[in-house]
């Protein structure tokens, strides 16, 4: 069974810079999840989506964050303007019909 | 609202020693709780759940989490501790909303 893709693993860019990044999800997970894990301390939601739909974004900082899951399969996440704060591991994960989360191998994003 | 507090920063065990990594948590409803484990540089790794049936739960690489209803505990356990299993653990809770959430990890220290 193929696993959570997500893509770059490593991205350096400056403050101020825009960043995307991708994930595929297992096939057939209809929940994905996009975490944020700063050094040291344990990943936080920042979105959550069913299918398509948002199910909960309420810490995600929407001046400079998004995200998107279009056709309910593959998602992306993107910062624009990036902050020296946003350094941290990316990481996404999905579901199937409340079981456990499966998880990528994550995005190490460094903001100089 | 929902939360996952472990206690511990750091747990430090002689190889061969049992092991407990503590986990209490918070949540309105019936838990569903995990237990997920990181190493350098990668993504997390899922070692057990619990949803419902016997307290005491087995996982992969030896583990065991036993779940207390009163206490509102799920704490992570191995009776003999591998040099292998030093790394940072972190429980999980599932709220109703599919909301999972992580506590701030422990990393385990095996010592040879």
């Known amino acids: 069974e193929a696993g959570v893709a997500q893509s770059p693993r490593y991205k350096i860019i400056e403050k101020r810079q825009s960043v995307a990044f991708w994930c595929n999800p297992i096939?057939?997970?209809?929940?994905l999840y996009w975490y944020q894990q700063i050094l040291g301390q344990g990943p936080k939601l920042l979105i959550q989506?069913?299918?398509?739909?948002?199910?909960?974004d309420s810490q995600l900082p929407k001046d400079r964050f998004s995200a998107e899951r279009l056709k309910g399969v593959d998602s992306t996440l993107k910062i624009q303007p990036a902050k020296l704060e946003d350094s941290a591991v990316y990481l996404c994960?999905?579901?199937?019909?409340?079981?456990?989360?499966?998880f990528g191998q994550g995005t190490r994003l460094t903001v100089v | 609202a929902q939360s996952v507090a472990q206690p511990e920063d750091q747990v430090n065990v002689a190889e061969g020693n049992p092991l407990t990594v503590k986990c209490t948590y918070s949540?309105?409803?019936?838990?569903?709780l995990f237990w997920y484990v990181q190493y350098p540089n990668r993504g997390l790794q899922f070692l057990l759940k619990?949803?419902?049936?016997?307290?005491l739960v087995k996982g992969s690489y030896g583990f065991e989490a036993e779940f207390n209803k009163s206490q509102t505990s799920f704490h992570l356990k191995k009776p003999s501790a591998l040099v292998s299993d030093s790394a940072l653990y972190f429980c999980?809770?599932?709220?109703?909303?599919?909301?999972?959430?992580f506590g701030k990890g422990t990393r385990l220290h095996i010592l040879p």
């Open positions: 994960a999905s579901s199937f019909d409340r079981g456990r989360a499966f």
């Open positions: 096939s057939g997970h209809a929940t």
């Open positions: 989506f069913q299918n398509n739909g948002v199910v909960d």
């Open positions: 949540v309105s409803g019936n838990p569903y």
């Open positions: 619990y949803i419902t049936g016997d307290n």
């Open positions: 999980a809770v599932r709220d109703v909303d599919d909301k999972i959430i």
